[in-house]
């Protein structure tokens, strides 16, 4: 959903905030590139798009006074949703539940009218600084976010993770005590090796101070975990750990539990990744599937030109790479026809949002000759934005319209399997994907509906 980094310096050198920021923001791309935004010291600027070049960077912050010894950084999939975020410096990842009595509460005050991220920030600001409570200020805020807050207030910087660990946090200090983290994730330790990152617990309320330096001030005693499962699926980076196990090991296992389950449904010749994120998961698929079936082939059918040049390549689901044989006369990423033709291909898809990148990995595999493909999902099915960090309409998504019309997981599978032109489609369920990561069903976030399908 968001990127979210926060830097504390108790050093004398106050530009290492702006080199460590830009630094981390330039790791955590990945979970943002649609707008960035700095606020550091008295100043504050953003954009829309990718971060900027470090040079750039460095300009952009003499120009806006980006000066001080604390700072957060923030990414996103698209531009600010809430209005209020253009004049108050909080960056969050997750979404906000059960805002509609907001204007109701006794601390309201002058953001009766405002948006829900104002409402929730001056009622907390109310109850954290003017009135000094920092339990209260914890359990309003785990009523309504389901996520990760930063809010920065002066020199102080205030983060909060809710109690079901919907989103992962984390906290670093350096071994001489001179810079103090909180991000979104520990894939920053490749690069910051002198820190040492923990995980900030579900349900804590943590402050960055010049005095107090990292410290908790308060935690929320009802913990009940909750995460999205999304950050397993594509979220997270590869080399970041959740609870002591890798993200690529999980990926990679998530593909061996859904070949496990899929294994009497299929016969098929090969499994390709596509898009990229999803050859961990196409990795652990085949090694399992390869169990099952004797003939079938673990190998790279669908590649990036890497052999070529070292142009930038870019991967179906940019919209850049459109029309690509037009106007280059070559594909940036293409089909091994050798491999494909008279084949039955299952291509293994994260997810099916809008079927865009799922359609086009079809037409390809078409036009290479396979005999048959099948679509493997890695994901349970998307009917809510909110499931893949989108603000997306949720009518924009292929699986939205049938929430309501069918009842029963090989309904869905086959309906999508029509629209977007394969032979057939398997979505994952809570229950594979549960096991994949190594957590009960119970503490993975899923809307009711894709919970409650029948997966039988």
């Not at 968001?2 to 981390?24: M, P, R």
């Not at 798009?49 to 604390?70: C, F, S, T, V, Y």
């Not at 057939?424 to 809307?447: C, D, M, Q, R, T």
Request: net charge positive.
């Amino acid at each position: 959903m968001a990127g979210i980094v926060a830097f504390y310096s108790h050093g004398t050198n106050n530009k290492n905030v702006i080199y460590y920021l830009a630094h981390s923001m330039r790791m955590l791309q990945h979970r943002g590139k649609a707008y960035w935004k700095m606020m550091v010291g008295n100043a504050a600027t953003g954009a829309e798009g990718w971060l900027p070049a470090d040079d750039a960077i460095l300009r952009i912050a003499q120009k806006e006074k980006l000066h001080g010894n604390n700072g957060i950084g923030y990414l996103s999939k698209r531009p600010p949703p809430f209005q209020s975020m253009n004049h108050i410096w909080v960056a969050f990842d997750g979404f906000f539940v059960d805002t509609e009595k907001l204007h109701l509460h006794p601390y309201i005050g002058p953001a009766r009218d405002s948006d829900s991220l104002f409402k929730i920030y001056h009622v907390f600001t109310q109850l954290l600084i003017q009135r000094k409570n920092a339990e209260r200020a914890a359990e309003f805020l785990d009523r309504h976010l389901r996520g990760n807050l930063m809010v920065k207030s002066g020199d102080e910087i205030f983060a909060y993770r809710d109690s079901t660990g919907f989103k992962p946090l984390v906290s670093a200090t350096n071994r001489d005590k001179t810079l103090d983290i909180i991000a979104s994730e520990n894939s920053l330790r490749a690069s910051l090796i002198d820190m040492q990152f923990s995980d900030v617990l579900p349900g804590q309320l943590i402050k960055m101070s010049k005095k107090g330096g990292l410290e908790v001030l308060a935690s929320t005693s009802t913990i009940k975990m909750m995460m999205d499962p999304f950050e397993f699926i594509r979220e997270s980076n590869v080399v970041a750990t959740v609870n002591g196990r890798s993200i690529y090991q999980i990926r990679k296992n998530i593909g061996k539990e859904q070949a496990n389950f899929l294994s009497k449904e299929l016969d098929i010749d090969s499994a390709y990744a596509e898009p990229d994120y999803t050859r961990p998961m196409t990795l652990g698929f085949g090694l399992e599937y390869q169990k099952h079936s004797k003939g079938f082939e673990l190998a790279e059918g669908i590649i990036k030109d890497r052999y070529d040049d070292s142009d930038h390549m870019i991967d179906f689901s940019e919209q850049v790479s459109k029309n690509k044989l037009l106007t280059t006369g070559r594909s940036l990423k293409f089909v091994m026809q050798n491999l494909a033709q008279g084949k039955k291909i299952a291509t293994v898809q994260g997810t099916i949002q809008t079927g865009s990148t799922t359609r086009e990995t079809i037409y390809y595999l078409k036009n290479a000759g396979a005999k048959r493909i099948d679509v493997i999902v890695s994901y349970v099915p998307t009917v809510d934005g909110r499931q893949v960090g989108l603000y997306t309409q949720n009518r924009e998504l292929v699986a939205n319209k049938y929430v309501g019309e069918v009842s029963s997981i090989d309904e869905l599978n086959q309906s999508v399997a029509r629209e977007i032109g394969s032979d057939s489609v398997h979505y994952n369920s809570p229950a594979v994907l549960a096991k994949g990561i190594g957590v009960p069903e119970n503490n993975l976030w899923f809307p009711e509906w894709v919970r409650f399908l029948d997966y039988k």
